[in-house]
């Protein structure tokens, strides 16, 4: 179906309270864990809304806070163990380059070697996010961390997706690439961290946005929230259930009837047997 990226990039204008959605995410995102988390909860639920509703309220209110930190965490511990796995792929494939490079008296400074070394960095970062990517939106559709690590699954829709899921992932390792040298360049923690922070917040919701226009077509009918339960009804109930839609008593008041005279006769009988007693003058020791 293809990607709009002008779309992506401009469906914020959607909603009339973007511009204080954007700058809370941004003050938001400065919060280590919870605030990083938050931002991953409000793009589940972007992904969520422009798949079942398109353009319509494609920002999710800011009175769900607390759904989207639940959702955010949920999705956070999976990609935890996504980016542990590629950490240590990281490690294993650049341990042997960096001691052959630095091992060999060279010293830190060859550039050659730090070319090499930035490579793989930036390779292995493409690969966790071709799979990062694609099991948060797996994660957005069904809101079940177990769903993030079916690996198959997960393999067989990124190759359905195909360019436009790629040009996905394209877009954000260049996008967060650039902002990580351009914050490198800013002095001060501070400053570096909130120019990463309110920068990096609208990008990410883009790549979401775009996310959905490549992967969520058709899947409309696998949002489900596994929050949103009702009990089942007795067995005993169906043909009362099947008789209209008007309201029925529980079954716990229809009972009641039952079990009144056997209550009544337990509290009744102690007063009278103190009446009989209080009234009872023919008793042979009585003078």
Request: glycine share 10%.
């Amino acid at each position: 179906m293809g990607i709009d990226l002008k779309r992506a990039f401009t469906f914020y204008r959607q909603d009339p309270d973007s511009l204080r959605k954007l700058a809370l995410g941004g003050v938001v995102g400065l919060v280590p864990i919870l605030g990083w988390a938050a931002i991953l909860g409000f793009g589940v639920e972007v992904y969520r809304n422009v798949v079942q509703r398109g353009e319509e309220r494609v920002l999710p209110e800011l009175s769900e806070i607390g759904s989207i930190l639940f959702r955010g965490l949920s999705a956070a511990a999976a990609l935890v163990c996504y980016a542990v796995v590629f950490g240590l792929l990281y490690l294993i494939l650049s341990l042997p380059l960096a001691f052959l490079v630095f091992g060999s008296g060279l010293g830190g400074h060859h550039t050659g070697g730090q070319i090499w070394l930035g490579l793989v960095g930036l390779l292995v970062y493409l690969a966790f996010n071709a799979a990062a990517w694609m099991a948060l939106a797996r994660f957005a559709e069904s809101l079940e961390v177990a769903s993030c690590f079916r690996l198959l699954e997960l393999a067989e829709r990124v190759t359905a997706a195909g360019r436009d899921y790629l040009l996905v992932v394209a877009l954000w390792t260049l996008g967060s690439s650039a902002l990580a040298a351009l914050s490198s360049l800013v002095p001060g923690n501070l400053p570096s961290l909130a120019l990463t922070s309110f920068l990096g917040f609208p990008l990410f919701l883009s790549c979401v946005h775009a996310l959905a226009q490549a992967v969520g077509a058709g899947r409309e009918a696998d949002l489900r929230d596994p929050l949103d339960w009702a009990p089942s009804a007795p067995s005993g109930s169906a043909s009362t259930d099947s008789a209209g839609p008007g309201p029925r008593r529980p079954a716990s008041t229809r009972r009641t009837p039952a079990q009144g005279p056997k209550a009544s006769t337990l509290v009744d009988r102690p007063p009278e047997t103190v009446l009989t007693w209080s009234t009872d003058s023919d008793r042979p020791d009585s003078p």
